[in-house]
């Protein structure tokens, strides 16, 4: 069996054509700006297009397709906002069913971040209680409490990036709040900070990782700063939830290592004492956490009983 596996993220789109055991066949990656909704939708069809021909298919041999979508949605598709990728409100079934020419009850939608945390239980061998938080472009995570994902009643839960964790100085958020751990702890914030607190005009995180790995201070405390934010919002998690895993994911999460020492200080510091025992990773999935996460996605979709309405 082949599936379609789309990574719908804020600032690029991977697509991929995958076997149920999570092994990629083809995959395409490239930028995909997201203001235009109806062509970022054309678009991720095009590359998974290209996949297919590739495996040597028709894309509507396939037998179902999985999409993350960078921020709230419903399963059939229905996409509630986005902060990170500036989106309102909007049908996204219809739009990737016309652009492939499939039928859409062959076409499955989640959270990217509640995508990763089904690829970590599918393909990860993860427990039955963890948390999934990405440093990226934004920060998402997700929730799994005795083995099952935690929607919410409206399908928003899971929503780390929105968590307040700095109450003195904070910082606007694309959400419209101020001082939310996306805000200050995404790659986007740890590039802002790095350049406000001195470090050269068009640093990014990955640059700043490289000078903090070379010993500049100023760098170093900038992630020493991102792992105090993550901290607070992993304490809140603890608190709540009493997980015993946070995986991190995200390109940003190359410099866990960096941000680890104060993120534990912080968590020690504010999660109660019988529910901070969580051990913090990296997800074990690397890069194709996503990806991978789509295909999950997929295969849960298909798997799921259909109801008659």
Same mark, same amino acid.
């Given at each position: ?12 789109? @991977? *697509? ?37 021909? $590739? ?14 979508? &960078? ?18 409100? +909007? ?13 859409? $009850? ?18 990860? !061998?993860?427990?039955?209680? +963890? ?11 997700? /929730? ?20 307040? /964790? ?24 740890? *590039? ?5 607190? #001195?470090? &050269? ?8 990782? $490289? ?15 991102? #792992?105090?934010? @993550? !901290? ?14 946070? +995986?991190?994911? !995200? ?24 529910? !901070?025992? @969580? ?17 999950? /996605? ?12």
């Amino acid at each position: 069996m082949l599936i379609g596996a789309i990574d719908g993220g804020g600032t690029k789109v @991977l *697509a991929a054509v995958m076997t149920a055991a999570g092994a990629i066949v083809a995959r395409r990656q490239a930028a995909v700006p997201t203001a235009d909704i109806p062509a970022y939708f054309q678009r991720c069809a095009e590359m998974l297009q290209a996949c297919a021909q $590739e495996a040597g298919v028709a894309v509507q041999a396939l037998s179902g397709v999985g999409m993350n979508i &960078p921020g709230m949605v419903t399963p059939d598709g229905h996409v509630l906002g986005s902060p990170s990728a500036g989106w309102g409100a +909007f049908h996204a079934r219809p739009l990737l069913a016309d652009a492939l020419a499939l039928p859409g $009850e062959r076409l499955f939608f989640e959270n990217d971040i509640n995508a990763c945390a089904l690829a970590e239980q599918r393909f990860g !061998g993860a427990g039955d209680d +963890f948390v999934w938080l990405t440093i990226s472009t934004g920060n998402g995570g997700a /929730v799994v409490t005795n083995g099952k994902l935690v929607r919410g009643g409206g399908g928003c839960a899971g929503e780390f990036g929105h968590l307040k /964790v700095e109450r003195d100085a904070p910082y606007p958020c694309g959400c419209g709040g101020c001082g939310c751990l996306e805000a200050h702890a995404s790659g986007v914030a740890i *590039a802002r900070r790095a350049v406000e607190t #001195g470090l &050269p005009a068009g640093t990014d995180a990955k640059r700043c990782e $490289e000078l903090a790995r070379r010993g500049n201070s100023v760098a170093l405390a900038v992630y020493a700063q991102t #792992g105090v934010y @993550l !901290g607070r919002a992993l304490a809140i998690a603890a608190n709540l939830m009493n997980p015993t895993h946070a +995986f991190i994911g !995200g390109g940003a999460s190359k410099a866990l290592d960096l941000m680890l020492p104060s993120l534990q200080r912080t968590l020690a510091l504010e999660a109660l004492p019988q529910c !901070g025992q @969580l051990a913090v990773t990296q997800t074990s999935l690397g890069y194709e956490a996503a990806v991978m996460g789509a295909a999950a /996605v997929c295969l849960t979709g298909l798997t799921r009983p259909r109801t008659r309405h």
